[in-house]
C-alpha cells in the first residue's frame, strides 16, 4: 500500500522569506501524481501544486514550486516571500493512476501545519 | 460558480444513532469523493462516486454508506454511530477528467456524545 510521510509537524517562517516543507512517499507504482493541498483555518482544502510522476521538470506556480525527486520519492514544496496568506495546514497527497479515471482516491500525509510570522 | 456545499455544517448525535451528511458539487462535476478527517488519523478516503456509481471505497466498515443522485448531489450516511466517527467529513467534487482538480467543501463537524 501506498504511504505518505510529512515528518514536519510544525513549521514557522518570516514574512517575505521562503520555506520548504517536507513530503516522501512510499509506491511501487511507476505511473502516479502528486499534489499539494493547503487548508486554511476555515477549512476547506484548495489546490496549491501538482505533479505528474512521469515529468521530469518540476511543477511551478508562481510562489510555489516542487523539487520531485521521482528515484528518493520526494516531494517537497518551496513558498517563496511567504505571505501572512500562506499560513495554514499543508498536505501532501498521493493518486495511482491506475485507477482507471478515478480522481478521488488521494492518499494524505498528516500535514504541516506553517506559522507565518509579520 | 457556487463551490461545493455541505450540510449540515455542525451536527451533534449520541452512540448508536445514525447521520446523513450532504453534498452538493460544482454545477458540471460529475465525481464526488468524501473523506473522514481526524486529528489522529488525518485524512482518509471513504468513497468516490461518478454519474451515480461507485468508483472507489476506502478501508472503512460497512456502517459508512453513500449515494449518488442522478443530479450528481451525494449523500454518506453513518450507522450506529460510535465514539470514534467523530470527524470533520470533506467532500470534494471534480469534472471526472484524468487529471481533474478535486474541490473541497468545508466540511460538516460531526461530534458524537
Known amino acids: 500500500a501506498q504511504t505518505v510521510t510529512q515528518s514536519q509537524p510544525e513549521m514557522s517562517v518570516q514574512e517575505a522569506e521562503t520555506v520548504t516543507l517536507s513530503c516522501t512517499y512510499d509506491?511501487?507504482?511507476?505511473?502516479?501524481?502528486l499534489f499539494w493541498y493547503k487548508q486554511p483555518p476555515s477549512r476547506q482544502m484548495i489546490l496549491v501544486i501538482r505533479?505528474?510522476?512521469?515529468?521530469?521538470q518540476n511543477a511551478t506556480e508562481n510562489r510555489f514550486s516542487v523539487n520531485f525527486q521521482k528515484a528518493a520519492k520526494s516531494f517537497s514544496l518551496k513558498i517563496s516571500d511567504s505571505q501572512l496568506g500562506d499560513a495554514a495546514m499543508y498536505f501532501c497527497?498521493?493518486?495511482?493512476?491506475?485507477?482507471?479515471?478515478?480522481?478521488?482516491?488521494?492518499?494524505f500525509g498528516k500535514g504541516t501545519k506553517l506559522s507565518v510570522k509579520p | 460558480k457556487a463551490g461545493v456545499t455541505q450540510t449540515p455544517r455542525y451536527l451533534i448525535k449520541t452512540r448508536g444513532q445514525q447521520v446523513t451528511l450532504s453534498c452538493s458539487p460544482i454545477?458540471?462535476?460529475?465525481?464526488v469523493s468524501w473523506y473522514q478527517q481526524t486529528p489522529g488519523q488525518g485524512l482518509q478516503f471513504l468513497f468516490e462516486?461518478?454519474?451515480?456509481?461507485?468508483?472507489n471505497k476506502g478501508n472503512f466498515p460497512g456502517r459508512f454508506s453513500g449515494r449518488q443522485f442522478s443530479n450528481s448531489r451525494s449523500e454518506m450516511n453513518v450507522s450506529t454511530l460510535e465514539l470514534g466517527d467523530s470527524a470533520l467529513y470533506l467532500c470534494?467534487?471534480?469534472?471526472?477528467?484524468?487529471?481533474?482538480?478535486?474541490?473541497f467543501g468545508e466540511g460538516s463537524r460531526l461530534t458524537v456524545l
Open positions: 470534494a467534487s471534480s469534472s471526472g477528467e484524468l487529471l481533474g482538480e478535486l474541490f
Open positions: 509506491t511501487s507504482e511507476s505511473d502516479y501524481y
Open positions: 505533479q505528474e510522476a512521469y515529468k521530469q
Open positions: 497527497a498521493y493518486r495511482s493512476a491506475n485507477y482507471g479515471g478515478s480522481q478521488g482516491n488521494l492518499i
Open positions: 454545477s458540471g462535476h460529475r465525481s
Open positions: 462516486y461518478f454519474s451515480e456509481t461507485q468508483r
